[in-house]
């Protein structure tokens, strides 16, 4: 039987999950930026990434593969080109302080490639397109996902690498930005944990399971089947989503010195994430004012486009968020009894009892 949702206001949430990260070793600073980072996730909408993951960071804490209080350390700073070592912090931490460097270089020297390493999961990539775009910035970023392999090859039967996320951002003058935001899969992980959940069903073409045969049942990906294995995960697109997977497993694994899975999966609950992240500087370019112009135009020829049968009218990345955002912050964030449950269940794990 399905356990009954809760609704809380953004601030209580806050609250709630910060304490609870605190109970598990946190700073209270560190414990509030990774609860706002968390609940912004659900307020724009994609609940996958939000407090959900509270349950799994503190499973990760309790096995040793999270180490709280952990900052971004830099390995190589050369002008343009800087690498860092996330040793395995929350990303939500040393994913902002790479994206600060980064951000700072690029305004002084017009570009920035950074390369970040073993950062704990870094959340909704997002978020760091719109630190970028909020500051001028073009942005760019590979991400690779190290923890059981969810994704099956294109052509494949089961899984062997993660969602693998590749976002962009583009500031649009006196406009809100651009903010392109999308896993490799046909849908994120997280996405078939909430309908898991939530006793839903999903949409065919979405997922294998364990004998590689379609399925629309998203437990197949939660949860060990009778025989004790997974299903799996589809690319979007067939071979040009996977082709897009290799690309950030490559980018984001391989060449930020993160590591790339190739290993049988195993049960431990860390998420671990390279970013390949490049950052532009459009007024050091030479091409600001046409850039400008020219962006908000295409924009805007889009939107002229008559809305499709079902449609109410053509939107760009990152609206999206930005309507549920407004949606959510005044209606609250409802929180399905399954995952409500986990959480209470993980402060219970750190001694901390999680107010009703």
Request: with cysteine; net charge neutral; glycine share 12%.
């Amino acid at each position: 039987m399905t356990k009954p949702s809760k609704t809380l206001q953004a601030a209580d949430l806050r609250a709630k999950v910060a304490a609870l990260l605190t109970a598990a070793g946190s700073t209270a600073t560190e414990a509030v930026r990774v609860a706002d980072n968390l609940v912004y996730a659900n307020l724009s909408g994609h609940d996958s990434h939000g407090v959900g993951m509270v349950p799994r960071y503190i499973d990760a804490v309790l096995e040793g593969g999270l180490n709280p209080n952990a900052s971004a350390k830099v390995l190589l700073d050369a002008g343009s080109m800087i690498s860092l070592d996330g040793q395995r912090g929350y990303g939500q931490i040393v994913g902002e302080e790479a994206m600060q460097l980064g951000m700072d270089r690029a305004k002084d020297t017009g570009s920035c490639i950074l390369a970040l390493a073993n950062a704990h999961h870094l959340g909704r990539i997002g978020h760091f397109a719109e630190m970028a775009v909020a500051r001028g910035l073009v942005s760019i970023h590979f991400v690779n996902v190290q923890s059981r392999p969810v994704v099956a090859p294109f052509a494949g039967g089961d899984g062997r690498y993660g969602t693998n996320p590749c976002c962009i951002g583009v500031p649009l003058a006196g406009r809100d930005p651009f903010v392109l935001d999308f896993a490799t899969s046909r849908v994120a992980q997280g996405k078939m944990r909430v309908a898991h959940n939530e006793g839903r069903q999903v949409e065919a073409g979405y997922l294998i399971d364990e004998q590689g045969r379609p399925t629309t049942d998203p437990g197949v990906v939660v949860v060990p089947q009778a025989n004790g294995l997974f299903g799996a995960l589809m690319a979007f697109g067939e071979h040009k989503g996977y082709g897009m997977a290799v690309a950030c497993e490559l980018l984001g694994g391989a060449l930020t010195g993160s590591g790339t899975w190739h290993r049988p999966a195993d049960s431990a609950r860390s998420v671990i994430n390279g970013m390949l992240t490049i950052l532009i500087d459009p007024s050091k370019l030479g091409t600001r004012a046409s850039f400008e112009s020219e962006a908000l135009a295409f924009v805007d020829w889009l939107r002229q486009s008559p809305p499709a049968p079902g449609a109410d009218k053509v939107r760009i990345a990152g609206e999206p968020e930005r309507e549920a955002r407004a949606r959510r912050e005044a209606a609250g964030i409802e929180i399905d009894g399954t995952t409500w449950g986990e959480i209470v269940e993980a402060g219970r794990k750190v001694g901390h009892l999680v107010p009703a």
